[in-house]
């Protein structure tokens, strides 16, 4: 049994709630849980310890049903009452909660009419129109599902910027520590940062192509071998993902890293660039191309640096090989001097369990303590968004008490910045008055409801917020979530031109389901002078670490450490929220 944590702890409670939920328990019933694995997440005390001893008694929240469940989860690993709740629905069932648009009692209805376990079911079901009729349901609820299920679909063969990394970095490790490995490197979208993967691709130099690619088709992680030959193999790992190896001599292996790397666009200039100086480029190497080379002797290339001088060309970082400008810069000594994650100091727009976080905000503190943050800036959702436990004026004033007493006691060790994600309503006014935003830090504006204005609609409505003096910045300007729900319809440039005139700050989102605003637009809104802020919109302290993500997608919308404020220095920061908003400067 591995050991509990609040975290396991709590997990399981939350899927007792759930499920309660999906047989139509009473909401009492399902609060208590839900209640339960807060307390469990924040509690002050080692609630581990207390539980393994049998210890909860007191501790408001926590009655003797709860009391006993988290003595057998602590002690054991496992909770009986749990096993018995969820030994009635397959795995597959928990992939219908993915699903936009059906809750919990949506998803209860289905399985007891219809007895669906799974999308496929609910699809076939759809399809023949058996679920429309079902009460609670009708014909508008039965489209929206199957457009639901086909938006899954059309992305079930891609992947997660974050999954990909850690499973890449695992992967990376194994075959670097092989002993026949001179070099390894991972290439393709994920080294690009792309925001969402299709397929992993390695390079490895060796001598020993064969052994290499056998090994790799052993790996303990795969789930399925698709092709396995001397020097190229390709397998399937348990979350679906293909992962493609390529054994190269060492020799060949920048040519290959560049290769495989991409895109594929940047390959095709690269190579047309280098036939004008009269040398061929493929993933082996450099040859002469014709008679009348520039190249005699052709230099020899040792790493991927080498080929880009080659070229009379600055290295081009991998995040910004996506053909957009990048050769010409690289040509003309343009090449900006990108962000690096260790530049961040701080971050704004984290939740607390004051909203819908799963942290105190001491203990958010203390792991943005932890991670060497100077500052972080705290933004819980305003009232008009009661799902996420949004907090009304007087909550929030409370809150703004409490971070004042922080910033007494321990601001010399992280100063913390009050703040408020605040609705954009439908109309564009705000979700607090004037009166209560002046009494912030800053403040996050973002839209959370009535996605299906038109695009006119929409970017007025964010316009009428950036508009605002008290508005520091928008949050997730589209409200895409990756591999799930498409972006709601704004006009960018007409935004990005707004966040210029009005000094208003556009985050670059850095939850790796959002990575919004897409670095398509950055180098376009980083010209026109548009500030940014890489925000991990934690709600939880380990989310802090989608910072480094953040950076790597800022690199690849071609920001700099200057256009970024969280970059910056606690005074620098403090100058640049109490100055007046068209005013400011980094
Ligand atoms: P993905 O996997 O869909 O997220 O995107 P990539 O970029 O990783 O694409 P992938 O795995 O198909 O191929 C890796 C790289 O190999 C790609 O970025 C560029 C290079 N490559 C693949 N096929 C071609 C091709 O037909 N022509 C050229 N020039 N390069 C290619
Ligand atoms: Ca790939
Ligand atoms: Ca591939
Ligand atoms: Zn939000």
Known sequence: MSEPTRESLAAVLEEIALLLEVEGANPFKTRAYRNGAEIVRTHDEDIIALAKADKLGGIKGIGDALQQKLHELATTGKLEFHQNLRGNYPDSFFDLFELEGIGPKKVGALHKELAIDSIDALKKACEENKVAGLSGFGKKTEQKILEAISRREQFADRFRLDDCTIAAEQILDLLKAHPDVLRAQYAGSLRRSKETIGDL???????KPAELTDFFSKLEIVRDVIVHGDTKCSIRLENGLQCDLRAVSNDQFPFALQYFTGSKEHNVALRSLALKQGLSLNEY????????????????VHDERDIYRTLGLEFVEPELRENRGELEA???GELPELIHWENLRGTFHNHTTASDGKATLEDMAQAAIDLGLRYLGIADHSKSSPQANGLHADRLLKQVEEIKK??????????????????????????????ILAQLDYSVASVHNAFSLDEKAMTKRIINAMENEHITMIGHITGRIL????????????????????GTIIELNCNPKRFDMDWRWWHKARDKGVICSINPDAHHPNQFQY????????????????????????????????????????
Do not use: M
């Open 406 to 435: 922080w910033n007494q006691s321990r601001g010399d060790e992280l100063h913390i910045f009050a703040g408020s994600e605040v609705d954009i309503l439908k109309d564009g006014s705000l979700d607090f008055d004037d009166e």
């Open 201 to 207: 691709d390695f390079i490895v130099a060796t001598s």
């Open 547 to 586: 910072l480094r993500l953040g950076a790597q997608v800022a690199r690849k919308g071609w920001l700099r450490r200057q256009d970024v404020l969280n970059t910056h220095s606690l005074e620098e920061v403090q100058t640049f929220l109490t100055t007046p908003k068209k005013e400011r400067k980094l």
């Open 285 to 300: 190497g450099f040859t002469a191309a014709g008679k009348s080379t520039q190249h005699d002797p052709i230099p020899s």
């Open 330 to 332: 690289a040509d003309s």
């Open 483 to 502: 591999l799930r729900r498409d972006a709601y319809a704004i006009n960018h440039d007409k935004l990005i031109d707004c966040a210029a005139k009005t």
